[in-house]
């Protein structure tokens, strides 16, 4: 009986055979579709594909993709658990076609992959056409199936449309008959909705498009998009008509009754199916980057967790128990799905937390909820301001107190709710108005009244796809603004733009509206954004300026952010978490942050201190600062509260406020700190910017020096990456410049001259260090990985700012790192460009660093180089065909 791990495989390697590229599931939260709260279906990923906006290297594919239904139109979350078939999470197994095949390969693809690989009964299979495609049905009884078993259906389950315009087609459904024993009829039946006939398959024939006065043509690119649920035909293959008997379920219902010591077969199957659906569900959402919180994505996941919770409690768990099931699913699904492993100490930390907090407020809701029914009729629903206290003072949810109240028999007056809960925002608008902070304050309170708060999306992109909810223009809202407006706020249902907070400056980048395929790419509108504000209701308010085009309410946008100006923003703030932890260990633990700007071109960091730093201390906290970036180590986000954060000892940031929950980002090990998780963290603050990936994407930091801020303030100004390299170059010219005056002017002080020229040949060692350091850290980007060439680790990178006399050092340093392999950089300085190779001692009998050298020269316009097997030099002239350089010495090693 094949496992759910057995049937993924063969899906993909049937379509991989039949020249289907297998690409990776997409994450959970969309970014090709705004419209979307999650990916729900196997075809999202693929949407540009479809329309013609995108192409990419195949014109065929497979996938196993993750979807979850749980909120907005597609939501089973209250099915789940009470039914064979729902779930919260669940695969689609799918292949695609774009303008590649059709019809005629895409039925027998099927047929053959259900009766021949999965070995179905064709006895038990029936089909469906939509009525007026007699196309498919020839094909159908073409591959063998009988007449009497293909349905027309004249409904719209057999005609797919993507919305009320635009690609649509017809479909054709496979189903299984799963015997008389079992109530239901055929599709088209009026028993239709029994469980007799399950569908396992369906193919959309995305042949036409649909205009607005309801006329319809074909489209000049023709698809296929198919999905069958891995978990419906699982259950099918391993003999059950439910899908959770399947392998994999059993295995997490087994660790959810482990953990609860409650039989999993007994009355109370019910809650362990709620608690393995709702793992999935939690566990890729967290590993995905989704967070629990009080709005939009994180809400959702929030309520899913907090339902499979409240079923152990119902099981009588006494203590958190889901996230003692990660590691069960895990070894589960963890070889098919890598993120799911490399997140797991994240999703166990966030359960934990989680169900720790909800156990203490489902404990203590529940005991004043009794309260507040002991007083009541006994068939009186609770009160509406009854039911808003136990939300806002006591953040016992409303559907909480719904479901608790269920089990009693009683309902809540939710219109009372309602009229609490608008109070409380009449007298948070009256509070706002009154503060003069802001003079368009009732615009924004209204739209935060009418619109979710604004889904950030930028920490995990920089690009991605909304809807325009709002355009605010002199405190009033507009349906539209082009160029004759100029410039005005718009708020968008989701974004990747950081809005100013913390120290940290707003995101810059381009808004557009992009129809037409790639051939014919036509931008309806563009416009630039430079500057994003948090507003009322934690909307983000962007400030746009039209370059061309009009833009609407209502329409759907392209959101970038400006790449390069972020990626310095970024640098910079993490490097004021490093300075901060470095100035207290240089100044002590009375050091604390009291304001801070981290820009695109500096950081500025001002701190409790009262007296100025010596230039000693200036250099032994920018020597600690680059130690930590030359670390590379990862940087890491947790979410958990305040008074968990600062037990770990997170340092809290000057000026900001903080909410029930917080993001603590670590960066850096130091053994025995105290700090963190496991006690080794170097820095530890909570804040809810934007950082580096790895320390070593920093590249190089050098302070400017400390002055007086305001009374017992000193301030830090700063540099990062490229800027920092640049201002130590100036300032070797310029004392280079200032030794050669004095040495003319002042022949009778060689001591003073000599001691310049010592203390330059000092700097421009510590520059040659920190071109190595920010060489070996990547350059201010990550660090480049070694590929494996015919059996030999090997490591190529292209410098830029560093010289041939540097190379044997990095040389040397790549060798310690790898341990094993052959290294070769290209440099490039002044218009002089040098090549250095070199090979581990181990593999200087395969691979010889002279060839290897030989090899790049030649493609970068020298004539050749020389050295020892295991080091090896050479001079060039142009760096730009680098790229051909590094497959020559490939080519040597023989690949």
């Known amino acids: 009986m094949p496992s759910l791990n057995d049937i993924r495989s063969t899906f993909l390697n049937y379509f991989e055979k039949q020249g289907h590229a297998v690409v990776p599931s997409s994450p959970l939260v969309p970014r090709n579709d705004p419209t979307l709260m999650f990916v729900n279906s196997g075809m999202v990923q693929f949407k540009n594909l479809f329309t013609g906006l995108e192409k990419r290297d195949y014109t065929r594919a497979t996938s196993a993709q993750k979807c979850v239904r749980a909120g907005g139109k597609h939501n089973d979350l209250d099915n789940v658990g009470y039914t064979a078939r729902h779930h919260t999470f669940f695969e689609m197994l799918g292949n695609f076609s774009f303008g590649d095949y059709f019809k005629h390969e895409a039925i027998p693809f099927a047929w053959n992959l259900i ?7 064709k006895d038990r299979l029936y089909v469906t056409v939509y009525h007026t495609d007699d196309e498919a049905f020839e094909i159908w009884k073409k591959v063998g199936v009988p007449e009497d078993r293909i349905i027309r259906i004249a409904t719209s389950d057999n005609f797919w449309q993507m919305g009320p315009t635009g690609p649509c087609g017809p479909c054709t459904e496979i189903f ?12 088209g039946s ?8 399950i569908e396992i398959w369906n193919i959309v024939f995305m042949q036409n498009e649909q205009f607005e006065d309801g006329s319809m043509i074909d489209l000049e690119m023709q698809s296929i998009d198919t999905g069958m649920g891995l978990e419906r035909i699982g259950a099918l293959l391993q003999g059950s008509h439910d899908n959770y008997d399947t392998d994999l379920f059993k295995s997490l219902i087994e660790a959810s009754a482990d953990v609860t010591g409650v039989d999993p077969y007994g009355d109370q199957n019910v809650h362990h199916r709620v608690i393995a659906d709702h793992l999935r569900s939690t566990s890729f959402l967290i590993a995905d980057g989704v967070m629990p919180s009080n709005d939009g994505r994180g809400y959702v996941l929030r309520r899913i967790m907090r339902r499979a919770m409240r079923h152990a409690h119902l099981l009588g768990a006494k203590d958190p128990v889901m996230y003692r099931l990660v590691p069960a699913l895990v070894q589960q699904m963890g070889a098919a799905y890598p993120e799911l492993g490399q997140a797991q100490a994240l999703i166990t930390e966030t359960l934990q937390a989680e169900e720790t907090r909800f156990k203490q407020t489902l404990d203590r809701g529940l005991k004043l909820l009794d309260d507040e029914v002991a007083g009541l009729a006994d068939d009186a629903d609770l009160p509406g301001a009854a039911a808003f206290k136990l939300y806002d003072t006591y953040g016992f949810p409303l559907d909480l107190t719904q479901d ?10 939710t219109e009372g709710f309602d009229a609490a809960m608008a109070e409380q925002k009449a007298k948070a608008r009256a509070a706002w108005s009154g503060s003069g902070e802001a003079a368009d304050a009732t615009v924004w ?3 935060a009244d009418s619109h979710a708060a604004t889904d950030f999306l930028g920490y995990d992109t920089e690009i991605a796809e909304g809807v ?15 160029v004759d407006g100029g410039g005005a706020w718009v708020v968008f249902n989701q974004t990747p733009f950081y809005a100013e907070s913390g120290g940290q400056v707003a995101d810059h980048g381009h808004v557009r509206i992009v129809e037409g395929s790639q051939e014919e790419y036509e931008t ?27 833009l609407a309410v209502g329409d759907p946008v392209r959101l970038e952010v400006d790449h390069v100006r972020r990626t310095t923003i970024r640098a910079n703030h993490s490097a004021t978490h490093l300075l901060h932890e470095a100035l207290r260990n240089a100044l002590g633990d009375h050091v604390a942050q009291r ?3 981290n820009a695109p071109d500096r950081l500025r960091f001002d701190f409790s201190h009262g007296k100025a730093m010596s230039l000693e201390e200036l250099n032994t906290v920018e020597a600690e600062v680059n130690a930590y970036i030359r670390q590379n180590a990862p940087v890491e986000t947790r979410i958990m509260t305040p008074d968990d954060a600062r037990d770990l000892g997170a340092q809290a940031l000057f000026g900001e406020k903080y909410g029930d929950e917080v993001r603590v980002v670590s960066m850096g090990t130091e053994a025995g700190s105290g700090k963190g998780i496991s006690g080794d963290t170097y820095s530890l603050e909570l804040c809810g910017g934007t950082h580096v990936r790895q320390t070593g994407d920093i590249g190089a930091f050098v302070t400017l020096g400390d002055s007086a801020s305001s009374a017992g303030v000193r301030r830090i100004e700063a540099l990062t990456g490229q800027a920092a390299m640049k201002h130590l170059r100036d300032q070797e010219g310029l004392l280079a410049r200032t030794a050669t005056e004095l040495k003319a002017q002042a022949q009778d002080v060689p001591a003073r001259v000599k001691a310049l020229m010592d203390e330059r040949k000092a700097l421009a060692a510590e520059v040659a260090q920190l071109r190595r350091d920010l060489a070996m850290a990547g350059g201010g980007q990550a660090a480049p990985e070694a590929e494996d060439v015919n059996g030999t680790p090997f490591l190529a990178q292209v410098l830029s700012g560093v010289t041939g006399r540097d190379l044997p050092a990095l040389i040397d340093e790549h060798k310690s790192r790898m341990g094993t392999g052959a290294i070769l950089l290209i440099a490039d300085a002044d218009g002089k460009v040098a090549v250095a190779a070199g090979v581990t001692q181990d593999k200087t009998d395969s691979v010889n660093a002279v060839d290897l050298v030989k090899a790049a020269v030649v493609e970068l316009g020298g004539k050749g180089g020389g050295g020892r097997p295991d080091m090896a030099q050479g001079g060039a002239k142009d760096a730009a065909n680098a790229d051909a350089a590094i497959a020559a010495a490939k080519a040597v090693m023989g690949g």
């Open 524 to 550: 309806r509108f563009s416009g630039h954004v430079s500057d994003v504000q948090k507003r009322a209701g934690g909307l983000y308010a962007h400030y746009v300026t039209v370059d061309s085009g009009q």
């Open 190 to 197: 009026p028993e239709e909705d029994g469980d007799r006939f």
């Open 445 to 447: 309170f209204d739209l």
């Open 176 to 187: 299984y008959d799963h015997g008389d024993h079992i109530w239901g009829g055929p599709p």
């Open 115 to 121: 009766t021949g690989e999965f070995g179905i009964p």
């Open 468 to 482: 325009v909810l709002a355009i605010v223009s002199e405190g009033a809202e507009v349906p539209s603004l082009d």
């Open 404 to 413: 608790a109240l269920r089990e009693k028999g009683r309902g809540v007056d």
């Open 595 to 597: 304001g801070s700007l």
